[in-house]
């Protein structure tokens, strides 16, 4: 699936002029179009040099900081939306991120590659760690610190008194809403504080 879809599909889980922050923003593409086209504002956090120059020549508003680090710099709900698309399997300590999303933001949402989509499990099946669009990289020179999967970060939501509002899968440009943890490449949770 595109980066394009992805955001659209995102896109549409964030309510009309709301405050964002998106962790891990990228080139800032998401909160570019989150601007454009939902009346959104807010702040997207970015490491990588040339991310946070792409974010600039956007207009998107970027604090270069690195997420392992916190988001002690945020107050309580400062935020209506907190954005972690793509990010959450890059991080060392995705449950302490998990639970910083919930408290600087109203509303979080989440996406990550679903590791449990069917040709992943058939590669494992094969002796071999999956290379798909959504896992692009061999085994051996992956940016991602580990893989997770619907399943599992449903199971981490409801560890940390989550309340999940939506949670499905995205394939193929499609929303997934039976089995997401066998039919979809990605996952995606919208969650609040329980």
Not at 69 to 80: I, K, Y
Not at 145 to 173: C, M, P, Y
Request: hydrophobic share 40%; charged share 25%.
């Amino acid at each position: 699936m595109s980066d394009a879809l992805i955001q659209q599909s995102i896109a549409r889980l964030v309510p009309q002029g709301s405050r964002v922050l998106d962790l891990g923003c990228g080139d800032g593409a998401l909160l570019d179009l989150l601007q454009r086209e939902r009346g959104c504002s807010g702040y997207g956090i970015e490491l990588d040099d040339v991310n946070v120059h792409a974010c600039v020549r956007r207009g998107v508003n970027v604090i270069q900081l690195n997420l392992d680090e916190g988001l002690t710099m945020f107050g309580d709900q400062s935020f209506d939306v907190v954005l972690q698309i793509d990010t959450l399997q890059h991080l060392r300590n995705a449950e302490v991120m998990l639970r910083e999303t919930a408290r600087v933001g109203r509303l979080g949402i989440v996406a990550f590659p679903n590791f449990a989509h069917w040709p992943n499990r058939l590669s494992v099946l094969r002796g071999r760690m999956p290379v798909t669009r959504r896992l692009p990289y061999q085994w051996y020179d992956t940016p991602n610190i580990r893989v997770g999967t619907h399943a599992d970060f449903a199971d981490l939501a409801g560890k940390n008194s989550l309340r999940v509002l939506d949670a499905f899968g995205l394939q193929e440009g499609r929303e997934v809403r039976f089995l997401p943890n066998l039919r979809a490449g990605t996952a995606v949770f919208k969650f609040e504080r329980g």
